[in-house]
């Protein structure tokens, strides 16, 4: 894990993240063949593992974790977030993630619709056993929050939303499912009611920096940044922060908007989009956007007692937030 | 519900039905529009209702059946089920089944997909709570085994199957879910583990009659018989017991073979295969298979106590063979 051996806020709970990175090697163990291939190519490279931090360090503000009951959170959740991004990858026709093939590339959507399925009930295997009802129920209700984000996604007329609904909808597809790492995982822990709600809060403003921060990367910088091509948002009409902000910057909003939500654009429409986009100032006020949940997600560290755990957090809450991809 | 009022079997359990289709009918309620709207189509008009049935009267055989509890699981267990059927529907790019348009057909592919996790996110729910681990377990279980049996069905290189391959294909697939309706049902209900242990060879016997009964079906009698085309099937290339038969005993089977599993068939070739099937002698000996399940799970009630319950199992049983659609 090359990231992990950078970024200091690993090294608290180095020790869960090799337990979990063995577990999620074995998902496929004694499963259908085309399900163990699809799940150790999905969890052969594992990716940066914030999700899975986030539950470790969480674990740690309350008396009572016991540790083979928080990887199961983390796993739970890292198996519903993986579920999901092989759904969104059929729904998206996506043939890269972080510049790995997806499941229905290298397969076929078939084959990627049922691993999804698979993936997700493995998560709720693993969820029904955690010995707190109200954290099973937690579970249940991010997958109930993605699928909500997705449907809005699918199901709306194309349309340049506000930014209330840009947020609401980040906050399902993404926010929802950091806060029920942080909560989850201090709930397990028997923590304290307040340490509790703090980090459901930090969850919830650092999920959104995440999110606008990745909207925000999509459009600048070259194709290596991300690990996916710039502009790909854009190429599949999909409206983002920085893009809303472009609009409302514009004088002639409605004709911009019309430009961003078209699909099948051309790779010369596309470069001058992004230009357009770039020189509106939106990226800067998105940026500003992120900041701004960043700083609320520290500010929720406050309520937490002084300890290295809450200093891990403030640094994951930083690298959200300035990372290149 | 018509069909309930012309088969004795559901006299016994028909409030426990009557709570349940009220709480399918609320599957939607408070969830996106999309999917609340969805929900109202797959439920609108409940089916036959035979594995709600099943878990009803599967729990008359414990002392401790709480209804709430049962109830509980059999919506879990329905909702597995609808779920299931939405995301094939996708794969087989079904537009009818049972004569009312597929999710997929309504809406398109991408809203079934995000409905079908919605609808597995909300029977892990119900399931979740259910007082016995063992039972949760029981229905992840059920969904692994949902997936195998689709796994192989979308990821194997067409080939004809032999009678082996088919029946473990159809238990995972159709039976594991009956088996796990009878068998949950006894556990909740905390029946003895002998009269658990008859049920769940009941549901997997009952189960595999079903299916072969589907099967043979899909091949005989008007287009007005099982609410859906005759020959689907074989129009998917999807070989079935009467079609493996029908090759067993034909001069050239492998001739026969391939023109089973090629995909594209004309309305004449279809025509023809139909009546080579018919003619083989594959269908009665496909019947005979099915009725010989039939008789085990009849074997399997009589290690259960004498009672109306046993005696609507048994009617199950029948009807399931003798139903022309």
């Not at 894990?1 to 950078?6: L, N, P, S, Y």
């Not at 085309?34 to 899975?52: I, N």
Request: with cysteine.
């Amino acid at each position: 894990m090359t990231i992990a051996q950078r970024q200091r806020f690993y090294a608290l709970v180095e020790n869960d993240l090799a337990e979990l990175e063995r577990r999620l090697r074995d998902v496929g163990r004694g499963a259908h063949p085309t399900f163990a291939a699809a799940a150790a190519h999905l969890f052969g490279s594992p990716g940066k593992l914030l999700r899975p931090t986030l539950v470790f360090l969480a674990a740690r503000f309350g008396p009572g974790a016991r540790s083979g009951v928080i990887v199961d959170l983390a796993e739970s959740l890292e198996l519903v977030h993986t579920a999901s991004l092989v759904h969104d990858d059929i729904v998206d026709s996506a043939d890269l993630r972080r510049n790995v093939p997806t499941v229905n590339a290298v397969w076929n959507d078939d084959v990627a619709l049922i691993v999804g399925d698979y993936l997700f009930a493995k998560a709720y295997a693993l969820a029904a056993v955690l010995p707190k009802p109200e954290v099973i129920a937690m579970v249940a209700h991010t997958v109930f929050a993605l699928c909500d984000g997705e449907l809005t996604e699918v199901a709306s007329v194309p349309a340049m939303p506000s930014e209330a609904q840009y947020l609401e909808r980040i906050e399902l597809k993404t926010a929802s499912l950091y806060a029920a790492c942080c909560q989850g995982a201090a709930l397990l822990a028997d923590a304290e009611p307040e340490h509790v709600a703090a980090l459901g809060a930090y969850g919830t403003s650092v999920g959104l920096s995440f999110q606008i921060t990745d909207d925000v990367l999509d459009l600048i910088g070259g194709s290596e940044s991300l690990g996916k091509e710039v502009g790909r948002d854009l190429a599949e009409g999909m409206p983002t922060l920085p893009m809303i902000y472009a609009v409302e910057a514009d004088a002639d909003g409605a004709a911009l908007a019309s430009r961003i939500l078209a699909l099948d654009k051309g790779p010369e429409e596309l470069r001058d989009l992004i230009a357009t986009i770039r020189s509106s100032g939106g990226i800067e006020r998105a940026r500003a956007r992120a900041q701004a949940f960043h700083d609320e997600a520290i500010a929720a560290l406050d309520r937490l007692p002084d300890r290295p755990e809450r200093e891990a957090l403030r640094e994951i809450a930083d690298f959200i937030l300035r990372r290149q991809r």
